[in-house]
């Protein structure tokens, strides 16, 4: 993991956890970890909408291998019990899945529950593998077990925006990666 470096982004009172900078060269790692290991694979890469599309964006341009793409849109219902019901898919895949090499891209994982559910359903399909990236893992708010296979930045307990995050759909389009200070 990296160290976050904090900085301040003049006038907007937004804390700057992870800068554009620091993101590009991690999303680099992640894509060259990620293209050796799907080498003579033919992967297909799942967006979960709407917090990955820019992170899955830079990823795949940082690819080394071809891939494919789709997208799934869920959404969830943490009412404190843990069972599939509470993941409902608004947008389902376009991709038949059986015997595919599947890697999904994820913005954050916080209590777990949403990727936990989403394997769940999708294993149901008979894909050859199912991968997980995730780009920021605040693991502090796990709820139930889950580790993705790749991990961009373990981030502390706080509320993050920016670079496809949002806070009541606002933020999403900041490059950096910020602290929302006013509920931080
Ligand atoms: C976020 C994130 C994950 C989920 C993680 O999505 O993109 O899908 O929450 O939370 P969990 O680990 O506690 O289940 P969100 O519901 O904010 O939707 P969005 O991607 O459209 O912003």
């Known amino acids: 993991m990296k160290s976050p470096e904090v900085e301040w982004k003049a ?3 937004m804390e700057i ?3 554009e900078a620091v993101i590009d060269r991690r999303v680099r790692e992640l894509a060259g970890e990620i293209s050796r ?7 297909l890469i799942v967006g979960v909408l709407k917090g990955a599309f820019i992170f899955m964006a830079d990823l795949i341009r940082r690819l080394s291998i071809p891939c494919s793409v789709d997208f799934i849109g869920l959404a969830s219902y ?3 019990s843990f069972s599939s019901g509470n993941v ?10 059986p015997g595919r090499d599947v890697l999904i891209v994820e913005d954050i994982v916080d209590t777990g ?11 149901k399909r008979g894909p050859a593998s199912l991968g997980v990236c995730a780009l920021l893992d605040k693991e502090a708010r796990r709820r139930v077990p ?6 961009g ?10 670079y496809g995050l949002d806070y009541n759909e606002k933020y999403r389009f900041l490059p950096d990666i910020c602290l929302l200070k006013e509920i931080a």
């Open 113 to 123: 529950i949403t990727l936990s559910l989403l394997l769940e359903l999708l294993r």
């Open 78 to 80: 943490h009412d404190g």
């Open 11 to 13: 006038g907007t009172g």
């Open 153 to 162: 930045f373990t981030i502390p307990d706080r509320f993050v925006v920016g």
């Open 146 to 151: 889950f580790s993705a296979d790749y991990v």
């Open 37 to 43: 290991d799907y080498a003579g694979r033919d992967v």
């Open 17 to 19: 956890l992870l800068t």
């Open 88 to 97: 409902r898919i608004t947008k389902d895949l376009e991709t038949p899945i």
